[in-house]
């Protein structure tokens, strides 16, 4: 099996298979689940200051941030190393 590593921005990568959501932070509950995640010590802020555009939620409860469209985020999960789309 092999890992495949996504950068999700300023030299930020995450494990792929980790993953669970990509979603945007502009809604209520996403608020909340940023918030709760704050409170849990499970935040994960890779924005480097700028604005966020993309909440990634991973199957151990951990919230990362970044600064990447979820749709490019995702696009990056469908690309293969040798460029081609599945």
Excluded: C, W
């Excluded at 298979?17 to 509950?29: E, F, G, L, M, T």
């Excluded at 939620?57 to 979820?70: A, E, G, R, W």
């Amino acid at each position: 099996m092999e890992i495949q590593l996504i950068n999700i921005g300023f030299g930020n990568i995450i494990s792929a298979s980790r993953v669970v959501a990509i979603v945007s932070p502009s809604s209520a509950p996403i608020k909340r689940i940023i918030r709760n995640a704050e409170e849990q010590g499970q935040l994960i802020d890779a924005t480097y200051g700028r604005r966020m555009r993309a909440v990634i939620i991973t199957d151990s409860n951990h919230v990362i941030l970044s600064s990447i469209q979820p749709e490019t985020i995702a696009h990056r999960f469908i690309v293969n190393k040798d460029g081609t789309i599945n």
